[in-house]
T-cell receptor
Framework: RKEVEQDPGPFNVPEGATVAFNCTYS??????FFWYRQDCRKEPKLLMS???SGNEDGRFTAQLNRASQYISLLIRDSKLSDSATYLC????????????????FGKGTKLSVKP | DVKVTQSSRYLVKRTGEKVFLECVQD?????MFWYRQDPGLGLRLIYF???????EKGDIPEGYSVSREKKERFSLILESASTNQTSMYLC?????????????FGPGTRLTVT
C-alpha cells in the first residue's frame, strides 16, 4: 500500500459547486496532516494544516479520521481561481520519522472549475 | 515574507555534464530539502539537510549529491547528468523543533538533459 494515496482526478466542476477530495495514509503513527495547493507550473504552497479533528478556513474545510486513516478537503462555492492540484501531505509516515518535519506527499488531485 | 530562491528557472544540459542547482532561503530555516516532481509520480524527496554540513538521503538519492556549507544555501549536484534526470526540481525549507512543519518551496528549476 502506498504511503499517501489520492484520487488523481481530474475533478471538473462548475462554479459554485461543492467538491470533496479524500486522501488515505498507511502509517497509523502519522501525526500531522496538511493540504497543499499547486497551481500549474508553480511551486506547492500550504493551504491548510489538519492537526486534530479538522479545521475550517472560509470556504475550505479539512477533516481527519484517524480510525480510518483518511483526511478530506471540502471546497464550497467553488471559484475559477480554485483550479489547481491539491496535494495531501503527511508527516511521520515515511522512513525518516517526524522529528525533522519530513513530509510525505500524495500525487495530487487536479481540480478544474469551469464557468 | 519567506523567500526561497533557486538559481535557474530553466536549464538545458547535455548527458554526462556536471550540473549544479542552487537554493537559497532567507528565513534562517534549519531544514532544507530537494525534491523532483514528475508527471504521475508526484513529489519525491532526493536529499534533505537539517543543519549545516549535515545531509540525509531521501527516497531517490542515486545519481545526486548535495552540499550545505552555509545555513541559507543548499546545493544539488548531478555528478553526470542523464536523460532520466530530466525533471522539475524543487527546493524547500522549514524550521525545526516542532509544528507547524510548513515547508516553503522555491519556484523550481525545470531541467532538461539531452
Amino acid at each position: 500500500r502506498k504511503e499517501v494515496e489520492q484520487d488523481p482526478g481530474p475533478f471538473n466542476v462548475p462554479e459554485g459547486a461543492t467538491v470533496a477530495f479524500n486522501c488515505t495514509y498507511s502509517n497509523s503513527a502519522s501525526q500531522s496532516f496538511f493540504w497543499y495547493r499547486q497551481d500549474c507550473r508553480k511551486e506547492p504552497k500550504l493551504l491548510m494544516s489538519v492537526y486534530s479533528s479538522g479545521n475550517e478556513d472560509g470556504r475550505f474545510t479539512a477533516q481527519l479520521n484517524r480510525a480510518s486513516q483518511y483526511i478530506s478537503l471540502l471546497i464550497r462555492d467553488s471559484k475559477l481561481s480554485d483550479s489547481a492540484t491539491y496535494l495531501c501531505v503527511v508527516i511521520g509516515g515515511g522512513n525518516y520519522g517526524g522529528s525533522q518535519g519530513n513530509l510525505i506527499f500524495g500525487k495530487g488531485t487536479k481540480l478544474s472549475v469551469k464557468p | 515574507d519567506v523567500k526561497v530562491t533557486q538559481s535557474s528557472r530553466y536549464l538545458v544540459k547535455r548527458t554526462g555534464e556536471k550540473v549544479f542547482l542552487e537554493c537559497v532561503q532567507d528565513m534562517d530555516h534549519e531544514n532544507m530539502f530537494w525534491y523532483r516532481q514528475d508527471p504521475g509520480l508526484g513529489l519525491r524527496l532526493i536529499y534533505f539537510s537539517y543543519d549545516v554540513k549535515m545531509k540525509e538521503k531521501g527516497d531517490i538519492p542515486e545519481g545526486y549529491s548535495v552540499s550545505r556549507e552555509k545555513k541559507e544555501r543548499f546545493s544539488l549536484i548531478l555528478e553526470s547528468a542523464s536523460t532520466n534526470q530530466t525533471s522539475m526540481y524543487l527546493c524547500a525549507s522549514s524550521t525545526s523543533g516542532g509544528p507547524p512543519y510548513e515547508q516553503y518551496f522555491g519556484p523550481g528549476t525545470r531541467l532538461t538533459v539531452t
